[in-house]
């Protein structure tokens, strides 16, 4: 992070190290230099490297760099120019520099002398130095949405005649399992089994998504309030009518208290009930995006009654409420988080802003979109904004439970320092042209955003590295 006038006061004589990559030809600022506050944490990693060679701040600043740099590269005399000021004269005494606001020269005899100084030295006492600048417009927050959630724990879940949530026991309707083989042609089978903590050496499928259950009360998704039950999750697991798993990568398949790792973003916690819905559907449909598709299908029906039973829990207490701001941070840099997710076809297909959060109705596929960027606010993304369609292993691609506690997107947006305008979704294609063209877009998209930087994740590999 780069620093400012207060801080080079302060240390003036700690080193000189860029805080990102500077071009050649650079005047070095405070703008351009890393605060000596973290220099021992990033000694403590290995990602600096200091020594008496290096400049200090007060020596390197009104210089210019002479080639490119990479951030965290400390600052020495080889890669600058313009370094002192220096005085012909073989009775004159050494020309001082203050970092302050002036140039002190003390010379003992007025003839022959040949005073040369640095062009870089006008851009630091007139503009750099803060000298005759305007004052930098004051940091300001402005708040564009909001969205409350409202959380009800969950201490026991049972199959009964009819949904329900009171003091913390949620009914499910077990008329809907059936129910649910109809909402496909391709689904010839629903079984639902509900695992405790203390119970977990279950044999399950191979597990296709972790999904939480939350419904709007109000607003759209990313807006107004949220109802989320907590202490429980739905894992959707599922094989074809031949007997082979739904997957291509990851298939994990086995004992639930072997194949999971409990507390992870995306995974159920240590203390969470799974209520696990096992999903057969027709054979050899389960590398086609309709198979998977329809076991997604299935599970959320049941999901979608909960939803509609607990949108109206006015007379029981909520446990937690957790408030979520997209906030414009003025006078902060602007900085773009950047997610590919799968897209290559086949089963690699992702929902994008559902009706209900982390839903499937009403949510667009990106692999239909054209894989092409979609933008999201920060709290869209946290308030259930992507439906996974995973039917690959969750250890190679995010899954529905991640993206709704995404800890990037948490860490991002409560950062006071940044201001994150949005969040990117991209997806990868199988065609090489393709991955070209939907690149080619994003870029384009993230240059009218006028940002400072972009953080860009990943989620499997081969394809998407392309």
Known sequence: MSITMETVQAHLKDAAVLCCL????TVISPAELEDPVVFADLEDSGLLTLDDHVLTIEEALGTTLKKDCDGLTPLTPELVEGLAVSIKHEKTAPLKVSAASSIQVKIEKMEGITLELPMAMTDVFKGKMGIGKPAEPPCEDKVIRTVKQRE??????????ETSYKDGVLSVNQDLIEQA?????????????????DKR???????MDVIPVATKVEGKIGTGITNVLTGVVFVLTGMDEAGVQIHEFGSCEGYLDEKIRYGRPGCPDAEDIMVCVDVKIEKNTGMERRGPFAAHCAGDYIIQDIREHIKDLSGQSCVDEKTYQDVDRKGRPRVVLVKEIMGQGAMHDNLLVPTEPAGVKGGHKNVDLGNVPVVLSANEVRDGGIHALACIGPATKEITRHFFREPLVNALADDKELNLVGV???????????????????GALVETMGVAGAIITTEGFGNNHI
Do not use: C, M
């Open 22 to 25: 500077t071009r050649q030809g």
């Open 152 to 161: 009800y724990a969950v201490k026991e879940v049972i199959l009964a005649d």
């Open 181 to 197: 083989t109809a909402v496909d042609p391709l689904v010839k089978e629903v079984k639902v089994t509900i695992v405790t903590p």
């Open 201 to 207: 050496h279950v044999y399950s499928n191979t597990i």
């Open 424 to 442: 990117v979704f991209i997806g990868s294609p199988q065609v090489n042209d393709e991955k070209l063209y939907v690149s080619e877009r994003l």
